[in-house]
């Protein structure tokens, strides 16, 4: 069964500290991992492919086949970056079929 | 740009109901899908339509279909609403079937 599991709700961390949101997931095939976000009163967001491999806003994930696992990462964190953060995970393509839960991360100044 | 649009915005049914949600792709895109999201879960897929035909299908019952129109809009129909539909239901549309998709603001269904 394909699975995406994002074990921490919130996350709160002071500016300028590092940022770590976790992702595990479960699929038996070839996965396709995203990372999309959510400001306050916007639209839901593609911020990272793993395919891509390109960082956005500061932000990087790698996959980690052995470990099943895409966390999202971020050498300083900044206030605009509170937001709610998604993993996903597709079997192709850029359709994400199965969301994790979503972790809330506050950036307190 | 408009954006993907989906109405109505909010919509109140009761169970047994059939419900018709509505969404307008971004100009020029062609695929779209569509996501049912519970209160405190992420989205989960539920159809995807490229060119007005089934791309995919996620794990919902029969109850729940979908179609695509030629200008590209879609429809997701639900019909003998149960209590465990009320959900936000998310359009998302992208320029082929394997682009980035854009999401809308989503519909959200109460069922009574």
């Known amino acids: 069964a394909q699975r995406v599991t994002q074990p921490e709700k919130l996350l709160s961390v002071f500016k300028g500290a590092p940022v770590e949101l976790k992702c595990n997931y479960s699929?038996?095939?070839?996965?396709?991992l995203f990372w999309y976000v959510q400001y306050s009163r916007q639209r839901l967001q593609l911020l990272l492919r793993h395919i891509s491999r390109e960082s956005i806003k500061g932000f990087t994930a790698d996959l980690n086949k052995g470990e099943t696992s895409f966390h999202l990462k971020k050498p300083f964190a900044q206030e605009e970056d509170s937001a709610m953060y998604y993993c996903?995970?597709?079997?192709?393509?850029?359709?994400?079929?199965?969301f994790g839960k979503g972790t809330r991360l506050s950036v307190i100044a | 740009d408009a954006g993907v649009t989906q109405s109505p915005t909010h919509l109140i049914k009761t169970r047994g109901q059939h419900v018709t949600l509505r969404c307008s792709p971004i100009?020029?895109?062609?695929?779209v899908s569509w996501y049912q999201q519970v209160l405190g879960q992420g989205p989960q897929f539920i159809f995807q339509y490229y060119e007005k035909e089934e791309r995919g299908r996620g794990n919902f019952p029969d109850r729940f279909s979908a179609r695509q129109f030629p200008n590209y809009s879609s429809e997701l129909n639900v019909n003998a609403l149960l209590l465990g539909d009320s959900a936000l239901y998310l359009c998302a549309s992208s320029l082929t079937a394997d682009q980035p998709q854009h999401f809308g603001d989503g519909t959200r269904l109460s069922i009574l």
């Open positions: 699929y038996s095939g070839s996965p396709e």
């Open positions: 100009s020029g895109h062609k695929s």
């Open positions: 996903a995970l597709g079997n192709s393509g850029n359709t994400p079929l199965v």
